[in-house]
């Protein structure tokens, strides 16, 4: 027996990919997992876990709509009695750039946040009742290395002779076609902070796992499925950051808070000591046992 086991889990964007793999790893676990995807793969993905012996039910929706995200947990609530851990991984990417035609833009905006931000906030308002009455949780959300390359500021960064930037910084960012994607992610960061220091004193630790270059679904999707050997070669396997997540959930509620983990290509894909705070004080963030 795992310390997660008999935990109750919400995957979001679990069809493929990483959320299928955080799925994975939580069912092993013992974690009985809440999962759902726009892509109807979600069901395939619940009934292989089932077969494996796993608690898994799947709903298929979208998570920017509030009468879903609403119905999905609710029911999830009735059935599992409880939430324990929320992974908001659901996330899309499409490029865009600020002089494009406002219509455009306008659907841009849409089609990203409204899965990128507004999904995590929606899963997060409803979640959160629920883990405050059950004494505590985790919330994990899924963002992106643009955020935190070289550790931001630089000085954190270890510069490992495996990084493919060599002795240079990285820029931080994804590029001036991603201005809408980079903007959905960075707003987590107002989830991480204000959460985790409302939600401390009930128990419940909000982190964010940073991902660079994963095999995935839509990093595949920018070489349209048809990516070179070398160019896989270098990317992380979602397995292991799967991994990586269950070492975070097991650190249990005296564990790190409010931090957003590193990875990047050229760096190990597991968890690096949790960095100093600089955007938030760390009293704010004790809570039980802390």
Not at 242 to 254: D, K, N, R, S, Y
Request: net charge negative; aromatic share 8%; proline share 5%.
């Amino acid at each position: 027996m795992t310390i997660l086991q008999g935990k109750k889990a919400i995957v979001t964007g679990a069809a493929m990919g990483l959320g299928k793999a955080y799925a994975e790893a939580l069912a092993s676990e013992g974690v009985a997992v809440a999962i759902c995807d726009v892509r109807d793969e979600v069901h395939e993905v619940a009934m292989m876990l089932t077969r494996r012996g796993a608690t898994v039910r799947a709903w298929q929706g979208d998570v920017g709509d509030a009468a879903f995200v609403r119905r999905m947990v609710d029911e999830a609530d009735a059935a599992f009695d409880g939430v324990d851990i929320l992974v908001n991984n659901a996330g899309v990417w499409r490029g865009s750039r600020a002089d494009d035609d406002l219509d455009k833009s306008i659907d841009d905006y849409h089609f990203r946040v409204d899965t990128n931000l507004k999904g995590p906030f929606l899963f997060g308002r409803a979640v959160i009742p629920i883990m405050i009455e059950g004494g505590g949780g985790d919330i994990v959300n899924i963002a992106t290395d643009h955020m935190v390359t070289c550790g931001t500021p630089y000085f954190r960064c270890p510069k490992l002779p495996t990084c493919p930037w060599g002795d240079a910084p990285r820029p931080t960012g994804g590029g001036d076609g991603m201005d809408l994607y980079d903007a959905s992610k960075w707003g987590l960061n107002g989830f991480l902070y204000g959460w985790a220091k409302s939600l401390a004193p009930h128990g419940i630790r909000v982190n964010a796992l940073c991902m660079g270059a994963t095999d995935s679904h839509m990093l595949r999707s920018f070489h349209r499925f048809d990516p070179p050997q070398e160019e896989v070669d270098s990317w992380m396997k979602a397995e292991d950051n799967a991994a990586a997540l269950i070492v975070l959930l097991q650190e249990g509620p005296t564990g790190r808070n409010a931090q957003n983990h590193n990875f990047c290509v050229g760096r190990p894909v597991a968890l690096e000591e949790p960095a100093e705070h600089l955007y938030i004080i760390a009293e704010q963030l004790r809570g039980p046992g802390r």
